[in-house]
């Protein structure tokens, strides 16, 4: 029987896309992330964006539009609950590669241990899904894609990285998942320094890839956060701002 865990669990927010059939106008996934800042507070998010909860494994996260220092951020509530929200994207990484983002912390998950299948828990997580030939996977990998697909009827993405916080890991480690090797975490922001403050960050997403695959990544297809402490039945609170793919700066791009 194959387990969903808090990991293996997040990616299935990838494909949310392809659990019900989106409007006309929404069937071509757009080149960009729509922004929170842009939108009024309440429950109704911003174009692109979609909840995903796993229903029949586990209790929903909480998200909701709110005003904080002026501007219009999520906020996440979880209680025991681990689910997220997902937005489809096509877009191309080499031409897009840096990923910027914001999010704030209030209090770490003091019992969390993403490097253990029991304890993978984190107050934010950022994820990007990327493309490729699901052919080319080990036998292993083919067996696990092909037992989520019978059990929840999604295909999950050729390979996912996962931006977290961790509570002892130093930044910039890299977690390879222990459900599967086509999930690759990597620690931004580690321990309790900057909690209760805005981090804003900014990534290469073509240099994590290469460094935690080894290989070219395909098209990004979708992005998503998701705050969980379903492992460890605690409760957590974040803040996310908005979300940005771009290219480099001219200086970096020919260097």
Known sequence: MVRIGGCAAAMLLLV??????????????????????????????????????????????????????????????????????????????????LLEWRWKVDRLIEKADNTNMDLEDSPVRLLVSFDGDLGSLPPKERIFFHSIRILTGQQLPYATLMYIRENRAPRETLIPSQHTSRIRMIVVESGKEKLGVWQQFSRNVVEDFRRAYGEEPGRITAVAVMTDSDNTGSKAQAWYGDISFGSLPARLATQ
Do not use: N
Request: with cysteine; charged share 15%.
């Open 16 to 97: 949310a896309g392809c659990a019900t059939a989106p409007p006309e106008s929404m069937r071509a996934p757009p080149a960009e992330v729509s922004r929170f800042s842009g939108h009024a507070p309440g429950q109704t998010l911003p174009p692109g964006w979609e909840p995903w909860i796993f229903s029949g494994f586990k209790r929903p996260t909480e998200y909701r539009l709110v005003s904080l220092d002026g501007t219009t951020v999520v906020h996440a509530d979880a209680r025991a609950s681990a689910s997220g929200l997902v937005h489809s994207l096509s877009l191309d990484p080499v031409k897009q590669p």
